[in-house]
């Protein structure tokens, strides 16, 4: 959906609370319960991520990350802080108030950082931590969320919902060298990495997509190649 709507959203809150409940009960090494998705435009900067950690190794970009360019992505951080739920006086501080799968994840982080590694400042509820990635990095974490049935957006968007995500920065990089940020992209291209970037994490042939004049916002090439991009990412 292309900007913020309650009449969409509000539905959604009792079943995120739900959903977050189920992993933080879930036992370690089990499989992520499939969710269902509410996108928006926000989630653009954890599409690309994804796309780009999932690729094969070796493989050119295909799909949309061809259409839009990306060669690359560099610079890549992860920016965590205690969820929510941190209890400063009975949470492990590496953990961030994070359980189950979700505790996993996080340690799973520590283990794929660059050579960059990590900042961390401040204690208890005021720890901030920025994580450097290399593709190989990202690409670690991809495997990780593959051993649990699931995909990088799933766990990101988690840490997300949770509180535990402050951001996630990293630059694309173009043909000729040429680097960007996701907030240059228009709010058209924005879109069309929500969409299919959905279509790509639903992973499944039991999936049911709801688009309601999903070509609003693209320029007339982009409406053009709606579907031959779709069939693509499916």
């Given at each position: 959906?292309?900007?913020?709507?309650?009449?969409?959203q509000s539905?959604?809150?009792?079943y995120?609370?739900s959903?977050?409940q189920?992993?933080?009960?879930?036992?370690?090494g089990?499989?992520?319960?499939?969710?269902l998705?509410?996108?928006?435009?926000?989630?653009?900067d954890?599409?690309?991520?994804?796309?780009?950690?999932h690729?094969?190794?070796?493989?050119e970009?295909?799909g949309?990350?061809r259409?839009?360019?990306?060669?690359?992505?560099?610079?890549?951080?992860?920016?965590?802080q205690?969820?929510?739920?941190?209890?400063?006086?009975?949470?492990?501080?590496?953990a961030?108030?994070?359980k189950?799968?979700?505790?996993?994840?996080?340690?799973?982080?520590d283990?794929?950082?660059?050579?960059?590694?990590?900042?961390?400042s401040?204690?208890?509820?005021?720890?901030?931590?920025?994580?450097?990635?290399?593709?190989?990095?990202?690409?670690?974490?991809?495997?990780?969320a593959?051993?649990?049935?699931?995909?990088?957006?799933?766990?990101?968007?988690?840490?997300?919902?949770?509180?535990?995500?402050?951001?996630?920065?990293?630059s694309l990089?173009?043909?000729?060298?040429?680097?960007i940020?996701?907030d240059?992209?228009?709010?058209?291209?924005?879109?069309?990495l929500?969409v299919?970037g959905?279509?790509?994490?639903?992973?499944?042939?039991?999936?049911?997509?709801?688009?309601?004049e999903?070509?609003?916002?693209?320029?007339p090439?982009?409406?053009?190649?709606?579907?031959?991009?779709?069939?693509?990412e499916?």
């Amino acid at each position: 959906y292309s900007g913020s709507c309650n009449r969409f959203q509000s539905p959604f809150l009792y079943y995120r609370q739900s959903y977050t409940q189920q992993l933080r009960q879930a036992k370690p090494g089990t499989a992520i319960p499939r969710r269902l998705l509410y996108g928006d435009l926000s989630f653009a900067d954890l599409v690309l991520l994804t796309l780009w950690a999932h690729k094969p190794v070796g493989q050119e970009p295909k799909g949309l990350l061809r259409a839009l360019g990306v060669c690359g992505i560099t610079d890549a951080r992860i920016q965590l802080q205690p969820s929510s739920r941190f209890n400063p006086e009975d949470d492990e501080p590496r953990a961030l108030g994070l359980k189950g799968v979700m505790k996993e994840f996080v340690a799973e982080i520590d283990l794929a950082l660059s050579e960059d590694g990590t900042r961390s400042s401040g204690e208890g509820k005021d720890i901030r931590k920025d994580c450097a990635f290399s593709t190989e990095g990202l690409q670690k974490l991809a495997a990780f969320a593959a051993r649990h049935e699931t995909n990088l957006f799933n766990l990101l968007l988690q840490l997300r919902e949770e509180g535990a995500l402050r951001g996630v920065i990293f630059s694309l990089v173009l043909g000729g060298g040429k680097t960007i940020t996701v907030d240059a992209l228009s709010e058209g291209e924005k879109q069309l990495l929500l969409v299919m970037g959905m279509l790509r994490f639903a992973e499944h042939s039991e999936a049911l997509f709801l688009l309601d004049e999903p070509d609003t916002h693209l320029n007339p090439l982009w409406s053009l190649q709606y579907l031959k991009l779709a069939e693509e990412e499916l």
